[in-house]
């Protein structure tokens, strides 16, 4: 099966997918109100993020908590914060920061 890199104004979305049309359905059923704008075919069946080119740098521990709330969110990252506020008891700036760094390294 190919894996297709899929463009909407504010993803990148790396999927397993048959068909174009196929990894289509994948983000319309994640993301309903961002058509995609690219569909690309991937040469090979990995995909592979520079953690430098994402400005991280030293060691990342993943959030197992901010990454259900962007699951849970469907990748809304107001949502997910205020869901991550809920469930942590943390600050406005802390959540972000959780969220957004969990964004970062592939939810």
């Excluded at 068909?19 to 040469?43: C, G, K, L, M, Q």
């Excluded at 914060?81 to 920061?97: C, F, P, V």
């Amino acid at each position: 099966m190919p894996l297709f890199e899929v463009e909407t104004d504010s993803h990148i979305i790396i999927t397993w997918a048959d068909s174009d049309e196929a990894a289509t359905e994948v983000v319309r059923a994640s993301y309903p109100h961002e058509p995609p704008i690219r569909i690309t075919r991937r040469p090979r069946d990995t995909w592979v993020i520079s953690k430098s080119a994402l400005g991280i740098t030293g060691a990342t521990d993943p959030c197992a908590t901010a990454r259900d709330c962007l699951d849970k969110a469907a990748g809304d990252k107001l949502h997910a914060i205020r869901l991550y506020m809920q469930h942590t008891g943390a600050d406005l700036e802390r959540s972000r920061k959780a969220i957004e760094s969990n964004m970062v390294m592939g939810w």
